[in-house]
């Protein structure tokens, strides 16, 4: 027997034995299972209530849970960690992430996982306290106001001027979008930033034009640049 057998031999050995109590395994998944639902909560409190999808939610717990499975069948056997990298590497997932912060917690479900799996519970605590004050922080510092969005519909082709000087005395910032004219009748994209209690006055004044049909105002709580 050669040393490289020898070494191969060692090897698998050392790794073939699974030194682990089913009752230290139900600890440790029901230690996953409690910061799965910890996340769940998370993402359900600080996720925007547009974005939100009760369905990758409790995705997010169940990966948790099968990622901690997981790194306990592979610490069990080398062979089967190699079989589990190559049978895991075909999988596809082709959902569109909608929410750039699903990708955060995506990434902290598994990471969970894979700490608890691991037996380091403390770190997974740590990593759910100042993960969740982190986000809490970010998501209450202010950004710049989003704009408004005004759609006006009008009889005539001469409306614009009046329009303008309405939305000029009302606003501190806007620009015109869109013009659509067609069968004498004009409708306009506006995107304003209305002055601080003026939406109400705005959208009165603008109505009470003559020659205007419609108008009505949208606002987003989308990201902005500033």
């Not at 989003?146 to 309405?166: C, F, K, Q, R, T």
Request: hydrophobic share 50%; proline share 2%; with cysteine.
């Amino acid at each position: 027997m050669t040393f490289k057998d020898i070494f191969k031999k060692s090897f698998l050995e050392g790794f073939s034995r699974y030194d682990m109590s089913p009752v230290n395994i139900i600890i440790v998944m029901a230690i996953s299972s409690v910061f799965a639902l910890y996340i769940f909560l998370a993402y359900r409190l600080l996720t925007r209530k547009t974005f939100y999808s009760k369905t990758f939610n409790i995705s997010l717990a169940a990966v948790t849970v099968i990622t901690t499975a997981v790194i306990l069948t592979i610490q069990s056997s080398v062979v089967i960690s190699l079989g589990m990298v190559g049978a895991l590497s075909i999988v596809r997932f082709r959902t569109a992430v909608k929410e750039p912060m699903d990708l955060a917690f995506m990434f902290w479900a598994i990471s969970t996982g894979i700490i608890c799996g691991a037996g380091l519970a403390e770190i997974a605590c740590v990593l759910a306290f100042v993960l969740t004050i982190a986000l809490f922080v970010l998501d209450r510092i202010p950004v710049g106001k989003a704009p408004e969005i005004l759609m006006i519909s009008a009889e005539g082709y001469d409306a614009e001027e009046g329009i303008v000087a309405v939305v000029k005395k009302y606003s501190a910032y806007y620009t015109i979008k869109s013009r659509s004219l067609a069968n004498n009748r004009a409708d306009y994209v506006i995107e304003l930033r209305a002055k601080p209690n003026a939406d109400a006055s705005l959208i009165k004044e603008i109505s009470a034009i003559s020659s205007v049909s419609s108008s009505s105002m949208l606002r987003h709580d989308g990201e902005v640049t500033v």
